[in-house]
């Protein structure tokens, strides 16, 4: 089952969520790598719908996959479509690491995330703090959801000997997220409101909660990049957290955000909204053994996630 270093050269490789940031992402890294990519659109896949999912699967038989394809959204979505959230992820989820299984797929990828973790783990997150303890409520049921995943992928290895994989990003941005002003992450959150603030002229931007969580940030094409290497050299029912190894409050980050933006008024804070878990950095050691480290600095980050916004949202007005 453990067969490091997998070869990706030649073969099929699906990319489930290829529309969605990491699944995009995904695919602009696997540009550089000679494989036959598989993509199908969600009107003609709903992975939700075992049936098809099924059927595309034995027609398709990818060799490799990586399971990017998830309901997501911040703080809020998270907390208000809590049934949508734990639905649509533990059946996403079951439907094509079934499916890979029966299908022969060669190696699976599935992303988790670090909300999985418990809301007082000890910090930085260590892989096998995973089901210590109590949840985050605001997002019980993704982490929930998540965590069906990653033990169907640890099942299937152990009874099947599967090579499938489970990976845990950090908080992820840049091209290609959700903007949606209530529904979106804190990152894209913040450059839009940022933005429209400047050109609004309002001296006064809102930043939820008290400012005072932590939270660490990595760009989505460094986390690509990541994923790319452990595909190709990890093996292991262990989980491996995907990050920078550092974090920042987030009324700091608010600073970073709104220098890169070019807002110069002020930021205040709703304390009536929730601050989710009070920190959430990732112990990255072992991904650091296996040779990986983040490339992209907070401050390029962000710089290069604005621009990617404004083509984005100029795109869409056209
Ligand atoms: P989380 O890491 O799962 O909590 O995901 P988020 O990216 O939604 O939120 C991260 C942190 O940013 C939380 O403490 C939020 O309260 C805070 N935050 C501040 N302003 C915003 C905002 O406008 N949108 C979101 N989603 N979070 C915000």
């Excluded at 099924?54 to 809590?82: D, E, H, S, T, Y």
């Excluded at 059946?91 to 029966?102: D, E, L």
């Excluded at 060669?106 to 995973?130: D, T």
């Excluded at 303890?133 to 049921?141: D, K, M, Y």
Aim: net charge neutral.
């Amino acid at each position: 089952m453990a067969r490091t270093p997998f070869e990706l050269k030649g073969k099929s490789v699906y990319v489930a969520g290829h529309r969605g940031m990491v699944g995009a992402a995904l695919l602009r890294r696997l540009a550089m790598e000679d494989v036959e990519l598989l993509t199908v659109k969600r009107s003609e896949l709903d992975l939700r719908d075992q049936a098809a999912v099924f059927g595309w699967f034995a027609k398709m038989r990818p060799q490799v996959v990586f399971m990017a394809a998830a309901k997501v959204g911040g703080i809020a979505a998270n907390n208000a479509l809590r049934a949508e959230f734990i639905y649509d992820n533990v059946i996403i989820a079951a439907n094509a690491i079934h499916a890979a299984h029966t299908n022969g797929t060669e190696k699976l990828m599935f992303l988790g995330s670090s909300c999985i973790y418990p809301k007082l783990a000890p910090q930085p997150l260590r892989e096998n703090s995973m089901l210590t303890g109590p949840l985050e409520p605001t997002n019980e049921p993704y982490a929930i959801a998540k965590i069906a995943g990653i033990k169907m992928v640890e099942a299937y290895r152990t009874q099947y000997g599967s090579d499938f994989i489970n990976v845990m990003p950090t908080n992820l941005y840049g091209p290609g997220d959700n903007y949606h002003p209530e529904h979106s992450h804190v990152v894209a959150a913040l450059i839009r409101r940022f933005h429209e603030a400047k050109l609004a002229g309002i001296s006064n931007v809102v930043v939820w909660g008290t400012g005072t969580p932590r939270r660490e940030f990595l760009y989505v094409d460094d986390m690509a990049d990541a994923c790319i290497h452990l595909m190709k050299t990890y093996s292991s029912d262990e989980l491996i957290n995907i990050g920078t190894g550092e974090d920042i409050t987030i009324a700091e980050f608010a600073g970073v955000v709104a220098a890169a933006v070019g807002y110069t008024g002020e930021i205040s804070f709703d304390p009536s909204r929730p601050d989710g878990t009070p920190r959430k950095l990732l112990d990255v050691s072992r991904l650091a053994a296996l040779g990986w480290r983040a490339r992209t600095s907070l401050e390029d980050g962000i710089r290069l996630a604005y621009r990617a916004y404004l083509s984005e949202s100029k795109q869409a007005a056209e």
